[in-house]
């Protein structure tokens, strides 16, 4: 991933930090953010990206992991996008099986069925190789990441949707804890249903080949940009299939063979007022 300065100034970027994060806080979808940073500019994008998340963080959160977006081929066509990206995990973006997740505190949310990956400890030092990097996982997961958009109608191009943090929203991860000893993540197979209906299916080998792919791409990623993963961080791998779109109170179930189930139940409600 190419880390060079960019040509945009600062004050382009502070003004997209604040377009993206107003419309969060009134929950009403603005434009899009490249006529600021352009569409393809990744130290810009990552730039924007970083001051929000510098401001939730000095507002009181908390990082608790990262996710990896777009590592999908029907994502990525879904979205008009040709390469991964990552986000930040903060702790009020968690909700519980047992909580729910509330509609209003969402613009335009859609669900993708992930793994979740755990870690036992820091990817800092070495070659980040995939022997290393098998090794950093406790334990894997099954997850459904509730992706959001701050830009109208989802118009975004890669720069937008990195400013917007990956496009992260919400996300459950379920209770079945598998190690890597148990749970071959390449081998598994994905179906997600709304209210009993499927409306996806995928497999691990859909996430860049392998999620333990994606996982050693964020490593490296991750550590380039300064910002190394760190023992206990929950990583969600980037969806195995499409995602789908939820427009209303539903239950969403993904199953995944070798770790079991995963539901996300959306409400009315806001819980998190």
């Not at 945009?8 to 434009?31: F, G, N, P």
């Not at 990552?46 to 990082?63: H, N, T, W």
């Not at 961080?233 to 939820?246: F, H």
Request: glycine share 8%.
């Amino acid at each position: 991933m190419n880390t060079t300065e960019s040509p945009v100034t600062a004050s382009a970027i502070a003004e997209a930090a604040y377009r993206l994060s107003a419309a969060q806080a009134t929950r009403i979808a603005c434009a899009p953010v490249r006529d600021l940073i352009g569409t393809d500019d990744i130290t810009a994008a990552y730039a924007v990206q970083r001051a929000q998340i510098d401001a939730r963080i000095a507002a009181g959160a908390r990082v608790i992991g990262r996710k990896i977006g777009l590592t999908s081929p029907a994502v990525q066509q879904q979205l008009g996008v040709d390469q991964p990206d990552l986000g930040v995990l903060l702790e009020d973006m968690a909700d519980t099986e047992e909580s729910g997740t509330a509609l209003a505190g969402l613009l335009q949310p859609k669900v993708e069925a992930e793994i979740a990956f755990v870690l036992a400890t820091d990817l800092v030092d070495g070659d980040l190789d995939a022997d290393q990097v098998r090794v950093a996982v406790a334990y894997a997961a099954p997850a459904i990441e509730i992706v959001d958009s701050r830009i109208a109608n989802w118009d975004i191009t890669f720069g937008d949707t990195v400013a917007d943090n990956g496009s992260s929203g919400r996300f459950v991860v379920g209770a079945a804890h598998r190690t890597l000893d148990e749970f071959t993540p390449v081998e598994a197979s994905m179906i997600m249903s709304v209210d009993g209906d499927q409306v996806s299916s995928g497999t691990g080998a859909a996430c860049l080949g392998d999620p333990l792919n994606a996982l050693r791409w964020l490593a490296i990623t991750a550590r380039d940009f300064g910002a190394p993963l760190r023992a206990g961080e929950v990583i969600l791998s980037g969806a195995l299939g499409p995602m789908a779109a939820i427009t209303g109170p539903c239950a969403v179930t993904a199953e995944i063979t070798g770790l079991g189930s995963v539901t996300v139940t959306f409400i009315k409600e806001d819980t998190h007022e």
